[in-house]
């Protein structure tokens, strides 16, 4: 049975800790940092929560539902010459949101001081598929 008091079991942490060389150290360092971080309560900025809603925002309705109709159109070959004009145009406009929300999640990575595959996995973000 394990006996030892918070103090002790402190003092066995840090004698363990003492042995390490400069880099386990610093990988243990690293490690406790992380766990740290996860510990804390989650306080957005203004600034973090307006980028939130801009990563978060996706087409108005009304356009991502044409360009599924004109996506499925083209899919099953029964488009026209207009509406494939049209399917180009909302292509182009899709793919500029996705530009504009991984320039978001980029900035956000910058406030935060963690990389894209970080804020990706934080956020626990699935990637959107414009195909046309």
Same mark, same amino acid.
């Given at each position: ?12 942490i ?11 150290l ?20 203004? *600034?973090?929560t ?17 360009? *599924? ?5 083209k ?47 934080q ?10």
């Amino acid at each position: 049975m394990n006996t030892l008091t918070h103090g002790q079991q402190l003092d066995k942490i840090y004698q363990s800790l003492a042995i390490l060389n400069v880099i386990e150290l610093d990988q243990v360092m690293q490690e406790i940092i992380d766990l740290r971080r996860k510990k804390l309560p989650t306080v957005l900025t203004h *600034n973090e929560t307006e980028l939130l809603k801009k990563i978060n925002a996706s087409a108005p309705s009304v356009i991502q539902k044409r360009y *599924n109709f004109l996506v499925k159109k083209k899919t099953n070959e029964i488009i026209d010459e207009d509406e494939y004009q049209e399917l180009l145009e909302l292509t182009s406009y899709m793919e500029n949101l996705g530009i504009k929300r991984l320039e978001y999640l980029l900035e956000f990575g910058k406030l935060k001081n963690i990389s894209l595959d970080e804020v990706i996995e934080q956020l626990q973000l699935k990637p959107r598929l414009y195909v046309a």
